[in-house]
């Protein structure tokens, strides 16, 4: 369970908007029509209970919308990716700003009791229900909290009755019947504060003071969904009992299902399962939330912590107001996007700039909760350079409502937009269940009308022609009325001198440096069009059962195709060239460090900036680096594009930029990466534990700061030039391409090179890794809150070369997750997410570990390390038992079996399918595998590897542990 606060919060701090609030979509509308002269909708119930009734916008057909006479709203649609599978979301209109001051955090807590217990499902009972029919907790099995919604998430393996059953079974025992007993309420109470304690970070922090600063007067900041240690340490089940019954009503609930089923026979289950559900006693109102005042005078605000990212960002509220989705405002919107976007395009391409003193920028809008519209120009600065981040700021967003737009501009804009449909379009039959499930429920609040793709690429061209650099100016220019005075804020490491005093004088002397108009630039042409005469193919082989074409070309370049129609019009392309991290020595680690960084140094005749302008409305992606064994990358292209993708990754490998600018950005970002190294427990496990278990290799270890910033393309260059000249080159080809087209592509680039090795070389020397030979305790220190702390305990394992023996090791760590969820998180309550996995290398010969964590308090570290080597003793001494093995078996078979039917399954085999040919038999007999290890298998495995004395124990706690 996932209580969405910390998606929001994740949200503001990455270069987007601040508020994780849905707003219309952002499509082409139709600027002639104000108002619909004649109904193109249905005009039912559902219809307008759904909001759509009244709209001149055409809502989908495909999908079966409802309402119940108790209110209760439903949407289903037919839909087959993937194949024989169903998504289950019920939306409850309720979440944390309805909460007293007592309740602050029982409306998450109440989500985390639909899974503890209810009239026909025993407490503890749920989880395991669903994994027996193949559905894993967290995976499969979830629900999140937000500030005014609570969501419940089934995604079904199958779409048998018995399991379509099950779900809406158990959705409506979450709608009306739990039980919210007060033994189970106090056994859930740890259970949460560990999920807290796990979220208190530097950068939750960061948002509270955020939220406070900008909407002050509202409940916004006071209302987190995780709440107050105080109430969900002392709060009486009466109490989550009151939200209960206030607002888990029908007429705030809202049903949605799409997959691989009969609507009208699912819309029978529903209104048989649903129509008798009537609320208990009064309903709850809608809470009042506040609002801000608009006309505050300008403000500042600063956030100091030595791990939280330099960020800037300049921010304007109105008043919210209440319009229908009509296709006049869908045009209007799409322009006030266009100019968005285009000043997002600016900041961008100064972030590029060698002296450039931000890393990354943005320009975005908000609504808040129908009471503000918001404006946000943010970026995350280079150290002690916010000063001159804010200037820009606010100088370009000035720019942009003095001077407007270039045409340029424009077109690059409706260029990508323009594809961006083209592709929804082509894939209208494959789109994903789980995305069309979730933009359902968002339509659910009414602000839009859900339309197919084909709507909203016809709405967008019967527009676009009217979108010239004069009107995006204009529209961009009228929307920016009307915004009250700025409010700026800088977070940064170190405290600013001068305070927020300070950053309101930046402010201003930045509105007296006046803006020159934009310098209308004209893109050029992608110079690497011709790599020589096209490749002969000299070997073509078949490999039936897994329909994969392999073809190597005269020049040795190596090529596997498996055409799909999994997604209709997408093509994933892998390249690998022999050589990667394997270069790097233990005398030299950061040898080939830069190489994961190829694609910011862009090509010899086009910056990154130039590419962005030249391949805009192309499905195209510079995407260039570094793997352990190999240069390169994947990327997700068109079949239309696939043959550009294929040049613009070649032209990487035979004319990379190496330019100063991609080099400054690089010592601009690790500062500030490195920062949070030790923020959490987390983080400094992240950091050192590689190192540790590689017994100390310093190819497995985090290089220090300063040496990756005296790093530099000459230095890599003489590095990865005899890779980039001779190395083996395996390419491979998954999705929905017909295979001439591929192979011509391949040929007229890669196979145009001049001759190359024909193997990888196996570098055996590299590929030794000796896992740590000193087992003792270790105990790292990070810098946040006193009581965060994490365990693991590591046992050496093997590689994954025997694929039976890798299979039975991945079901054995599913077991002691299991375990460990029933004993540290169930029983204890001491932690909220304990874990268990394998990582088996197939790149290191014999290398590999078996693992299990846990987040949990500095006082349960004793407590949770016993439980841990106590379940490794279990699964020595003993077989496991049938039921367990069931349990931990099914969801893995369901998602074995699902991942079939996926392009990125597949390319981990098809990128190889030549130079590893072997492990294609892992595709072929690894569901086998699982299904037919027993109960002795496991304890055999357990005997071999959970063995106390080799096992090797990672703490992390805070410096400021035990004082």
């Given at each position: 369970m996932t209580s969405s606060f910390v998606r929001r919060a994740s949200t503001a701090l990455s270069p987007l908007v601040l508020l994780a609030v849905i707003a219309a979509p952002a499509y082409a509308r139709d600027a002639s029509t104000t108002t619909a002269t004649a109904a193109v909708n249905p005009q039912s119930e559902a219809a307008r209970a759904w909001n759509f009734a009244a709209s001149d916008v055409p809502v989908d057909s495909n999908i079966v919308f409802g309402v119940l006479p108790n209110g209760m709203k439903y949407a289903l649609l037919q839909n087959s990716t993937p194949k024989d599978s169903v998504v289950l979301r019920m939306r409850f209109d309720v979440g944390s700003f309805a909460e007293a001051d007592d309740q602050r955090g029982l409306a998450h807590f109440l989500e985390h009791m639909a899974f503890n217990g209810s009239t026909n499902v025993p407490e503890g009972e749920m989880i395991k229900l669903l994994e027996r029919k193949g559905l894993a907790f967290g995976a499969d099995t979830n629900a999140s909290t937000g500030f005014d919604e609570t969501i419940y998430k089934l995604d079904l393996p199958n779409a048998s009755d018995d399991l379509i059953d099950t779900g809406l079974m158990l959705m409506r025992e979450t709608a009306s019947e739990l039980t919210i007993d007060p033994a189970a309420v106090d056994r859930e109470r740890g259970i949460i504060l560990s999920e807290r304690r796990a979220r208190d970070t530097y950068q939750l922090r960061n948002v509270i003071d955020q939220l406070d600063f900008q909407m002050q007067g509202m409940t916004v900041a006071n209302r987190l969904p995780i709440g107050t240690e105080e109430v969900i340490r002392t709060a009486p089940a009466a109490r989550l009992r009151d939200l209960y019954d206030r607002y888990y009503r029908p007429e705030r609930a809202t049903l949605v299902m799409v997959g691989d089923f009969d609507p009208a026979a699912v819309e029978a289950k529903i209104k048989a399962r649903f129509a008798d559900w009537k609320g208990r006693g009064a309903a709850g109102a809608d809470p009042d939330i506040g609002t801000v005042d608009f006309n505050r005078a300008a403000a500042a605000d600063d956030f100091i912590d030595p791990a939280i990212q330099d960020m800037v960002t300049v921010s304007a509220l109105k008043p919210w107001q209440e319009e229908a989705d009509t296709k006049a405002k869908r045009a209007r919107t799409l322009a006030e996007d266009i100019g968005d976007a285009i000043v997002s395009r600016r900041l961008a391409k100064l972030a590029l700039d060698e002296d450039s003193p931000i890393l990354s920028a943005y320009f975005g809008k908000a609504t808040g909760w129908k009471i503000f519209e918001q404006v946000t120009a943010g970026a995350v600065a280079k150290e002690g350079a916010w000063t001159e981040a804010l200037a820009l700021l606010e100088q370009e967003q000035r720019r942009a409502i003095e001077h407007g737009f270039t045409q340029a501009e424009v077109d690059e804009q409706l260029a990508t937009r323009r594809t961006a449909l083209r592709n929804a379009v082509a894939g209208v039959a494959t789109r994903r269940s789980e995305a069309l499930a979730d933009a359902l429920v968002n339509a659910a609040k009414g602000d839009f009308v859900f339309v197919r793709p084909e709507t909203s690429q016809a709405l967008f061209e019967a527009v676009a022609p009217s979108l010239d650099a004069a009107t995006v100016s204009a529209v961009f220019r009228k929307r920016m009325e009307g915004f009250s005075a700025p409010l700026a804020r800088v977070s940064a490491k170190k405290p600013i001198e001068g305070g927020t005093d300070a950053i309101l004088a930046a402010l201003r002397a930045s509105t007296e440096v006046a803006v020159a108009p934009p310098a209308e630039a004209a893109n050029a042409a992608f110079a690497y069009d011709n790599f020589g005469t096209p490749g002969t193919i000299i070997a073509d082989d078949r490999i039936e059962d897994l329909g994969i074409r392999r073809v190597r070309f005269a020049n040795n370049v190596m090529l596997n195709i498996k055409k799909t129609d999994f997604q209709k019009d997408r093509v994933m392309l892998s390249l690998r060239v022999d050589g990667g991290n394997l270069l790097a020595t233990r005398d030299d680690p950061t040898k080939v460090s830069l190489a994961g960084s190829l694609m910011l140094g862009g090509l010899q005749a086009h910056s990154l900036d130039d590419l962005r302008s030249i391949l805009a409305g192309r499905t195209v992606s510079p995407s260039f680096g570094n793997m352990t064994d190999a240069f390169g990358g994947t990327a997700l292209t068109s079949p239309e594009d696939f043959a550009l993708q294929a040049k613009l990754m070649a032209a990487y490998l035979t004319h990379p930029g190496f330019r100063p600018d991609g080099l400054a950005l690089i010592r601009r970002v690790l500062p500030q990466q490195y920062a949070a190294n030790d923020a959490t427990p987390a983080a400094v496990i992240g950091r050192d534990a590689g190192g540790i278990l590689a017994n100390d290799d310093p190819?497995?270890?985090?290089?220090?700061?300063?040496?990756?910033?005296?790093?530099?393309?000459?230095?890599?260059?003489?590095?990865?030039?005899?890779?980039?000249?001779?190395?083996?080159?395996?390419?491979?080809?998954?999705?929905?391409?017909?295979?001439?087209?591929?192979?011509?592509?391949?040929?007229?680039?890669?196979?145009?090179?001049?001759?190359?090795?024909?193997?990888?070389?196996?570098?055996?020397?590299?590929?030794?890794?000796?896992?740590?030979?000193?087992?003792?305790?270790?105990?790292?220190?990070?810098?946040?809150?006193?009581?965060?702390?994490?365990?693991?305990?590591?046992?050496?394992?093997?590689?994954?070369?025997?694929?039976?023996?890798?299979?039975?090791?991945?079901?054995?760590?599913?077991?002691?997750?299991?375990?460990?969820?029933?004993?540290?998180?169930?029983?204890?309550?001491?932690?909220?997410?304990?874990?268990?996995?394998?990582?088996?290398?197939?790149?290191?010969?014999?290398?590999?570990?078996?693992?299990?964590?846990?987040?949990?308090?500095?006082?349960?570290?004793?407590?949770?390390?016993?439980?841990?080597?106590?379940?490794?003793?279990?699964?020595?001494?003993?077989?496991?038992?049938?039921?367990?093995?069931?349990?931990?078996?099914?969801?893995?078979?369901?998602?074995?079996?699902?991942?079939?039917?996926?392009?990125?399954?597949?390319?981990?085999?098809?990128?190889?399918?030549?130079?590893?040919?072997?492990?294609?038999?892992?595709?072929?007999?690894?569901?086998?595998?699982?299904?037919?290890?027993?109960?002795?298998?496991?304890?055999?495995?357990?005997?071999?590897?959970?063995?106390?004395?080799?096992?090797?124990?990672?703490?992390?706690?805070?410096?400021?542990?035990?004082?």
């Amino acid at each position: 369970m996932t209580s969405s606060f910390v998606r929001r919060a994740s949200t503001a701090l990455s270069p987007l908007v601040l508020l994780a609030v849905i707003a219309a979509p952002a499509y082409a509308r139709d600027a002639s029509t104000t108002t619909a002269t004649a109904a193109v909708n249905p005009q039912s119930e559902a219809a307008r209970a759904w909001n759509f009734a009244a709209s001149d916008v055409p809502v989908d057909s495909n999908i079966v919308f409802g309402v119940l006479p108790n209110g209760m709203k439903y949407a289903l649609l037919q839909n087959s990716t993937p194949k024989d599978s169903v998504v289950l979301r019920m939306r409850f209109d309720v979440g944390s700003f309805a909460e007293a001051d007592d309740q602050r955090g029982l409306a998450h807590f109440l989500e985390h009791m639909a899974f503890n217990g209810s009239t026909n499902v025993p407490e503890g009972e749920m989880i395991k229900l669903l994994e027996r029919k193949g559905l894993a907790f967290g995976a499969d099995t979830n629900a999140s909290t937000g500030f005014d919604e609570t969501i419940y998430k089934l995604d079904l393996p199958n779409a048998s009755d018995d399991l379509i059953d099950t779900g809406l079974m158990l959705m409506r025992e979450t709608a009306s019947e739990l039980t919210i007993d007060p033994a189970a309420v106090d056994r859930e109470r740890g259970i949460i504060l560990s999920e807290r304690r796990a979220r208190d970070t530097y950068q939750l922090r960061n948002v509270i003071d955020q939220l406070d600063f900008q909407m002050q007067g509202m409940t916004v900041a006071n209302r987190l969904p995780i709440g107050t240690e105080e109430v969900i340490r002392t709060a009486p089940a009466a109490r989550l009992r009151d939200l209960y019954d206030r607002y888990y009503r029908p007429e705030r609930a809202t049903l949605v299902m799409v997959g691989d089923f009969d609507p009208a026979a699912v819309e029978a289950k529903i209104k048989a399962r649903f129509a008798d559900w009537k609320g208990r006693g009064a309903a709850g109102a809608d809470p009042d939330i506040g609002t801000v005042d608009f006309n505050r005078a300008a403000a500042a605000d600063d956030f100091i912590d030595p791990a939280i990212q330099d960020m800037v960002t300049v921010s304007a509220l109105k008043p919210w107001q209440e319009e229908a989705d009509t296709k006049a405002k869908r045009a209007r919107t799409l322009a006030e996007d266009i100019g968005d976007a285009i000043v997002s395009r600016r900041l961008a391409k100064l972030a590029l700039d060698e002296d450039s003193p931000i890393l990354s920028a943005y320009f975005g809008k908000a609504t808040g909760w129908k009471i503000f519209e918001q404006v946000t120009a943010g970026a995350v600065a280079k150290e002690g350079a916010w000063t001159e981040a804010l200037a820009l700021l606010e100088q370009e967003q000035r720019r942009a409502i003095e001077h407007g737009f270039t045409q340029a501009e424009v077109d690059e804009q409706l260029a990508t937009r323009r594809t961006a449909l083209r592709n929804a379009v082509a894939g209208v039959a494959t789109r994903r269940s789980e995305a069309l499930a979730d933009a359902l429920v968002n339509a659910a609040k009414g602000d839009f009308v859900f339309v197919r793709p084909e709507t909203s690429q016809a709405l967008f061209e019967a527009v676009a022609p009217s979108l010239d650099a004069a009107t995006v100016s204009a529209v961009f220019r009228k929307r920016m009325e009307g915004f009250s005075a700025p409010l700026a804020r800088v977070s940064a490491k170190k405290p600013i001198e001068g305070g927020t005093d300070a950053i309101l004088a930046a402010l201003r002397a930045s509105t007296e440096v006046a803006v020159a108009p934009p310098a209308e630039a004209a893109n050029a042409a992608f110079a690497y069009d011709n790599f020589g005469t096209p490749g002969t193919i000299i070997a073509d082989d078949r490999i039936e059962d897994l329909g994969i074409r392999r073809v190597r070309f005269a020049n040795n370049v190596m090529l596997n195709i498996k055409k799909t129609d999994f997604q209709k019009d997408r093509v994933m392309l892998s390249l690998r060239v022999d050589g990667g991290n394997l270069l790097a020595t233990r005398d030299d680690p950061t040898k080939v460090s830069l190489a994961g960084s190829l694609m910011l140094g862009g090509l010899q005749a086009h910056s990154l900036d130039d590419l962005r302008s030249i391949l805009a409305g192309r499905t195209v992606s510079p995407s260039f680096g570094n793997m352990t064994d190999a240069f390169g990358g994947t990327a997700l292209t068109s079949p239309e594009d696939f043959a550009l993708q294929a040049k613009l990754m070649a032209a990487y490998l035979t004319h990379p930029g190496f330019r100063p600018d991609g080099l400054a950005l690089i010592r601009r970002v690790l500062p500030q990466q490195y920062a949070a190294n030790d923020a959490t427990p987390a983080a400094v496990i992240g950091r050192d534990a590689g190192g540790i278990l590689a017994n100390d290799d310093p190819r497995a270890q985090t290089p220090p700061l300063a040496k990756l910033l005296t790093l530099d393309w000459e230095q890599l260059k003489p590095a990865i030039a005899d890779s980039f000249a001779n190395g083996a080159i395996e390419i491979g080809v998954v999705g929905d391409i017909d295979e001439q087209a591929a192979i011509d592509a391949i040929a007229a680039t890669f196979g145009a090179l001049p001759e190359r090795r024909a193997a990888f070389d196996p570098r055996a020397d590299a590929r030794i890794r000796e896992y740590a030979r000193d087992r003792s305790e270790r105990t790292l220190i990070h810098k946040g809150p006193a009581e965060q702390a994490e365990l693991r305990v590591y046992w050496p394992a093997r590689d994954d070369s025997d694929l039976a023996e890798a299979m039975r090791l991945n079901l054995l760590v599913r077991v002691m997750q299991l375990k460990l969820t029933e004993e540290l998180r169930e029983r204890l309550g001491e932690s909220y997410s304990p874990g268990a996995a394998a990582s088996l290398s197939d790149e290191f010969p014999g290398y590999g570990h078996l693992f299990a964590a846990s987040n949990i308090d500095y006082k349960d570290l004793a407590t949770t390390r016993a439980a841990i080597f106590a379940i490794a003793r279990e699964l020595r001494d003993a077989p496991v038992d049938a039921d367990l093995l069931d349990r931990a078996r099914r969801p893995l078979v369901e998602a074995m079996t699902k991942s079939r039917r996926e392009n990125t399954y597949w390319l981990n085999y098809v990128a190889e399918a030549t130079s590893q040919a072997d492990r294609l038999d892992r595709s072929r007999n690894g569901i086998a595998e699982v299904e037919a290890a027993t109960p002795a298998d496991l304890q055999t495995l357990a005997r071999r590897y959970l063995v106390d004395d080799k096992a090797l124990v990672i703490k992390a706690v805070s410096d400021k542990a035990g004082k």
